[in-house]
Structures are given as C-alpha cells and as structure tokens.
C-alpha cells in the first residue's frame, strides 16, 4: 500500500499569498496518477487535479500541480478567500487501496 | 445536472448491518465506475470501495473486506453499499463518487455526492 504524508499539516497564509503544498509517497507513483481535492468544512471534496498536472473541469488556473515519482506540489499562485480549506492528495490507478494523504489545512492568518 | 444523491445512513448497533444507496442523474451511470469514500468525525477521507461501470470488478479498503459489499444496478441508476459486522470505527459520512473517466477504472473521482451518516454505537 502507498502511504501518501502530506506537508505542512496547517498553512496560515493571507488572501493574495502563494500556497505551497507537498505531497510525498512512500514509492512510486505510476504514471503520475496523483490527484488533488480541496474539501471546504461540510461540504463534500472537490475534484482539483488529476495526473499530477492536469487541471479539472472549471477550476481556475492559479491551481497547479506538479511533480512525479514520489514528490507532488500543489501551488496556489494567489490565495482568494473561497480558497481557504483542508486539501487531501491521493493515488489512484491500477493498484488498489486508493490512499488520500492525511491533509493539509490552509487558513487565514 | 450531474448529481449523486446518498440514502440510507442512520444509527446501527455494533455488530449490525446497513445498506446505502447513491442514486446517479444527469450522466451515463452505466459508463462510469463508482466509489464509496468514507469520513469519520474530523478526520480525513478515507477510500473504502470502488466497482467498475459494469459490475465486473471490484475492489475494497483492507478495513471493509469481507464485511462490505459494493453493488450497482444499472437499470435503475443506482450504486449500493452492503454493510455488515459493523464497528464503531466505521462510523462516518460516507460519499459516492463518480470516475472521471467513461469506461475507465479506478480513477479520480470528479462528482461526489453530499454524503450520508453512518453511527455506529450501543
């Protein structure tokens, strides 16, 4: 199983700042099937990355990822209000369990 | 729109059984493998079972196997949860979700439902 530890547990930025996230995993990734959620409290997840890189359906571009092998980023170029919530990375593809980091959590400083 | 609507969360005694439903809209359920992720009270998400968009494969969280079974019923758009032997550990919202791509299998999961609790407790 792939154990994904996620850094820092908390990041306390202001509105307007750069995010920055990391995303490790114990080996590596296939084919960089590294997701990214962002879940804001009672809410469900919300589908951010996918394939490391790869920009879902509707989310705005100052979300990115990056990264291969065991090393993932994902940056947040100008933190907006809406964006301050709990972030979970996770591997997925051809090797069950799907594992999800345990989260990181950017709030307003 | 694309929707997934969960039911069938309540409060069960350890040792008991649950089931969930996940009824699907607005998409080609029959096209879409299916998961359920799970969420105890302020922790994180946790994967707890996936099926592909035909029912042929499926696949389960260590934690679950051989007490929780995932179905799908194409005909009436809906995703199943079986859960028996339950624990207090498995007390949490549990999501479905939906593959991002069509026939594809274990991917990222792009349409979540908003989830329904399950309270595991005498």
């Known amino acids: 199983e792939i154990v994904l530890t996620q850094s820092p547990g908390t990041l306390s930025l202001s509105p307007g700042e750069r995010a920055t996230l990391s995303c490790r995993a114990s080996q590596s990734v296939s084919s960089s099937y590294l997701a990214w959620y962002q879940q804001k409290p009672g809410q469900a997840p919300r589908l951010l990355i996918y394939g490391a890189s790869s920009r879902a359906t509707g989310i705005p571009d100052r979300f990115s990822g990056s990264g291969s092998g065991t090393d993932f980023t994902l940056t947040i170029s100008r933190l907006e209000p809406e964006d301050f919530a709990v972030y979970y990375c996770q591997q997925y593809g051809s090797s069950p369990p799907q594992t999800f980091g345990q989260g990181t959590k950017v709030e307003i400083k | 729109q694309v929707q997934l609507v969960e039911s069938g969360g309540g409060v069960v005694q350890p040792g008991g059984s649950l089931r969930l439903s996940c009824a699907a809209s607005g998409f080609t359920f029959s096209s879409y493998g299916m998961h359920w992720v799970r969420q105890a009270p302020g922790k994180g998400l946790e994967w707890v079972a996936f099926i592909r968009y035909d029912g042929s494969n499926k696949y389960y969280a260590d934690s679950v196997k051989g007490r929780f079974t995932i179905s799908r019923d194409n005909s009436k758009n809906t995703l199943y949860l079986q859960m028996n032997s339950l624990r207090a550990e498995d007390t949490a919202v549990y999501y479905c979700?939906?593959?991002?791509?069509?026939?594809?299998?274990?991917?990222?999961?792009?349409?979540w439902g908003k989830g329904t609790t399950v309270t595991v407790s005498s």
């Open positions: 979700a939906k593959d991002l791509f069509w026939f594809g299998e274990l991917c990222p999961m792009d349409v």
